[in-house]
């Protein structure tokens, strides 16, 4: 599941998944001549090598053709993610992606894993904020079937009792186990309800046990009708392929499936900046040892900074050596595990820096220090030097993943993905990399003063709830209960809310089991 727990793609703590949302540029031999290249120069690349064009039912069709690979990836991205969700229905977009596993018209139940699996291919799915996409690489002498496929399940999708009925225990089993049966599953989860006041990315794209039972077979029907339509979806095909019979096989399936005449609902809600710092508590069963999350609003994915803050997410948090991880975890041994998050999205985002306490101290003594000693790390990166050798290895090592990932046709196919949700542009893919090489040192540190240590903050700690208690936290976010639930306003004479404060302001599921 592509999402932050999972919920989100842009994420720069482990493995640098950050990398995940840059463009593949180059075939192997020049991207390894790329990443040879000195990061403080800027590395000519060949274009992407995209043609697109548009059915006259809406559909757009993006095709990647490398005739180096015997494979050929096709996925089909639909505009509709967990934000998207009917009110009261959290968790439905997750809810749906599994569905569209289920039987159609002319397929059985499954028949993706037949026609992917049993040829020695590979197929799965993810739910994010602002999509919902399908991904399978097979050998290129099937392609065609799975054009077939893709258009049959978009089109004649067929859903009953029994099969909504398992495909929602599953999903609330995915949930249980990835949310309230872990220790932290529940902190992650509420992040982006505190981070959001009124945008709907404040529901987590995992939902709630509570909206998923509420959901009924007639709200799955709607849902398809309303998004899973050709002018609500892109066709992105990269590999192994024959463009004009690539053409005529999407004319073929693709081209007869009708528009709807009914408009598709677009969310619109503008995410307003944060007015005052807050302070919550969430508490929850089972926490083995407490722990503190800071929350900033984030910008767009398509906003100039977006660059800076992966880079700067990084160098804070990106693997062993990083900042947070030297500092927090080794040094002065205060936290067993640090980082810091950028998440995203199309519309707005949020960033987090976390630490979890390594115990032997009441959590009110020990999450004041741990909330300390993330901003001084933040601190220390904004306003202090940053050496030379430390930018240029994390910088090399967000290029390096980003081209590697873009060797492959299932990793071309989703940058392309990527571009077309969060800008609107497939072309976009080729320049995100130009973006991330142009990125400096007085660049992340301007973003990290702008967007962190001059914004307000939402401090939340996460401690356990008194015995026989279930916590506050529920199974979902607090976004159900109005902004930031439980969330006060900071004192200014607070000693937490004072230590290491920032100047006055001046301004997010997943793969099939």
Same mark, same amino acid.
């Given at each position: 599941?592509?999402?932050?727990?999972?919920?989100?793609?842009?994420?720069?703590?482990?493995?640098?998944?950050?990398?995940?949302?840059?463009?593949?540029?180059?075939?192997?031999?020049?991207?390894?001549?790329?990443?040879?290249?000195?990061?403080?120069?800027?590395?000519?690349?060949?274009?992407?090598?995209?043609?697109?064009?548009?059915?006259?039912?809406?559909?757009?069709?993006?095709?990647?053709?490398?005739?180096?690979?015997?494979?050929?990836?096709?996925?089909?991205?639909?505009?509709?993610?967990?934000?998207?969700?009917?009110?009261?229905?959290?968790?439905?977009?997750?809810?749906?992606? &599994?569905?569209?596993?289920?039987?159609?018209?002319?397929?059985?139940?499954?028949?993706?894993?037949?026609?992917?699996?049993?040829?020695?291919?590979?197929?799965?799915?993810?739910?994010?904020?602002?999509?919902?996409?399908?991904?399978?690489?097979?050998?290129?002498?099937?392609?065609?079937?799975?054009?077939?496929?893709?258009?049959?399940?978009?089109?004649?999708?067929?859903?009953?009792?029994?099969?909504?009925?398992?495909?929602?225990?599953?999903?609330?089993?995915?949930?249980?186990?990835?949310?309230? !049966?872990?220790?932290?599953?529940? $902190?992650?989860?509420?992040?982006?309800?505190?981070?959001?006041?009124? &945008?709907?990315?404040?529901?987590?794209?995992?939902?709630?046990?509570?909206?998923?039972?509420?959901?009924?077979?007639?709200?799955?029907? !709607?849902?398809?009708?309303?998004?899973?339509?050709?002018?609500?979806?892109?066709?992105?095909?990269?590999?192994?392929?024959?463009?004009?019979?690539?053409?005529?096989?999407?004319?073929?399936?693709?081209?007869?499936?009708?528009?709807?005449?009914?408009?598709?609902?677009?969310?619109?809600?503008?995410?307003?900046?944060?007015?005052?710092?807050?302070?919550?508590?969430?508490?929850?069963?089972?926490?083995?040892?407490?722990?503190?999350?800071?929350?900033?609003?984030?910008?767009? =994915?398509?906003?100039?900074?977006?660059?800076?803050?992966?880079?700067?997410?990084?160098?804070?948090?990106?693997?062993?050596?990083?900042?947070?991880?030297?500092?927090?975890?080794?040094?002065?041994?205060?936290?067993?595990?640090?980082?810091?998050?950028? &998440?995203?999205?199309?519309?707005?985002?949020? $960033?987090?820096?976390?630490?979890?306490?390594? %115990?032997?101290?009441?959590?009110?003594?020990?999450?004041?220090?741990?909330?300390?000693?993330?901003?001084?790390?933040?601190?220390?990166?904004?306003?202090?030097?940053?050496?030379?050798?430390?930018?240029?290895?994390?910088?090399?090592?967000?290029?390096?993943?980003?081209?590697?990932?873009?060797?492959?046709?299932?990793?071309?196919?989703?940058?392309?993905?990527?571009?077309?949700?969060?800008? %609107?542009?497939?072309?976009?893919?080729?320049?995100?990399?130009?973006?991330?090489?142009?990125?400096?040192? =007085?660049?992340?540190?301007?973003?990290?003063?702008? &967007?962190?240590?001059?914004?307000?903050?939402?401090?939340?700690?996460?401690?356990?709830?008194?015995?026989? =208690?279930?916590?506050?936290?529920?199974?979902?976010?607090?976004?159900?209960?109005?902004?930031?639930?439980?969330?006060?306003?900071?004192?200014?004479?607070?000693?937490?809310?004072?230590?290491?404060?920032?100047?006055?302001?001046?301004?997010?599921?997943?793969?099939?089991?």
């Amino acid at each position: 599941m592509k999402h932050l727990l999972p919920l989100t793609r842009r994420q720069t703590l482990a493995g640098l998944a950050a990398a995940t949302s840059l463009p593949w540029l180059a075939p192997p031999a020049q991207a390894a001549a790329a990443v040879a290249a000195p990061v403080r120069g800027s590395v000519s690349l060949p274009p992407l090598g995209l043609r697109q064009r548009t059915l006259a039912n809406g559909l757009q069709v993006i095709a990647l053709p490398d005739r180096s690979t015997a494979t050929v990836s096709v996925q089909v991205w639909y505009r509709v993610g967990g934000k998207d969700d009917p009110a009261g229905r959290s968790g439905f977009a997750h809810l749906f992606e &599994h569905m569209m596993f289920k039987r159609t018209r002319h397929m059985p139940s499954e028949t993706f894993d037949r026609l992917t699996e049993d040829v020695g291919g590979q197929n799965n799915a993810f739910t994010a904020e602002d999509t919902t996409a399908y991904q399978s690489e097979v050998p290129s002498n099937h392609l065609e079937r799975l054009l077939w496929a893709e258009a049959e399940r978009m089109s004649n999708l067929e859903v009953d009792q029994p099969s909504f009925d398992s495909e929602r225990a599953v999903v609330q089993e995915e949930l249980r186990q990835r949310v309230l !049966a872990s220790p932290y599953g529940r $902190l992650f989860n509420a992040l982006p309800g505190y981070a959001f006041e009124r &945008h709907p990315y404040r529901r987590p794209v995992v939902g709630s046990i509570d909206d998923l039972n509420a959901a009924t077979l007639d709200d799955v029907r !709607a849902f398809h009708s309303t998004y899973y339509r050709p002018d609500n979806a892109v066709l992105i095909v990269a590999g192994d392929l024959d463009e004009a019979r690539f053409d005529a096989a999407v004319d073929r399936y693709f081209g007869r499936i009708a528009r709807p005449a009914m408009p598709i609902p677009r969310v619109t809600v503008q995410e307003p900046p944060r007015q005052a710092d807050l302070r919550a508590t969430l508490q929850a069963p089972r926490v083995p040892l407490p722990a503190v999350a800071l929350i900033w609003k984030g910008p767009a =994915a398509r906003d100039e900074d977006a660059a800076a803050l992966d880079v700067a997410s990084a160098l804070l948090a990106g693997g062993e050596s990083s900042r947070m991880n030297q500092a927090l975890v080794y040094r002065d041994r205060v936290a067993q595990a640090a980082g810091f998050q950028t &998440h995203l999205n199309a519309d707005a985002g949020m $960033l987090v820096a976390y630490a979890i306490a390594v %115990g032997g101290q009441p959590a009110e003594q020990q999450l004041p220090a741990l909330e300390k000693a993330l901003m001084r790390e933040i601190e220390s990166l904004a306003r202090g030097p940053i050496r030379d050798a430390e930018f240029d290895k994390v910088r090399t090592q967000l290029l390096t993943a980003a081209l590697m990932e873009r060797q492959t046709p299932n990793g071309r196919a989703a940058a392309a993905g990527w571009a077309v949700i969060q800008y %609107g542009d497939a072309r976009q893919a080729e320049q995100q990399l130009q973006r991330l090489q142009a990125v400096r040192a =007085a660049d992340v540190q301007r973003v990290l003063r702008r &967007h962190v240590l001059e914004a307000h903050r939402v401090t939340l700690s996460y401690v356990q709830a008194p015995d026989g =208690a279930a916590g506050t936290g529920g199974d979902a976010s607090p976004a159900a209960a109005g902004p930031a639930a439980g969330a006060q306003p900071a004192s200014a004479a607070s000693p937490a809310s004072g230590a290491a404060t920032p100047p006055p302001a001046t301004t997010p599921t997943g793969s099939r089991p």
